[in-house]
């Protein structure tokens, strides 16, 4: 799968993700590390990539846009650092891999996602 790690979560979890295959890329490795969140998933859904973030904002944003992608994976922990999420977000990818592809918003704690599909209502 092809991923967009936001600026607020490490750099580290791209390596990870990369070595289980996925497709990660960090955005400040993209574009611009003070990019509005509205930029950011304008980019992931030209480049088909899902959003991995800690920004809550992302829930609003995919609301008022009644878009069908990208899909985004909000991490709702306090510990973000990649030794401490970089499982789960695998997990979550592989067991939601079906509604990720088809657009879906995902919340998602070390042992709880909830999914929601896109577009929102």
Known sequence: MRVVVD???????VAGLMEAG????????VGDPRALDASIAQWARQNGCVILT???????????????????????ERDTAAEHLLDPVIRVLAQFSQELNAGALIAMTNGVARVRRLPLK
């Open 7 to 13: 600026m607020c979560l490490p750099p580290d979890l």
């Open 22 to 29: 996925h497709d990660a890329v960090h955005w400040s490795q």
């Open 54 to 76: 800690h920004d809550l904002d992302f829930g609003d944003l995919l609301f008022a846009s009644n878009e069908h992608a990208p899909s985004v994976i909000i991490v709702r």
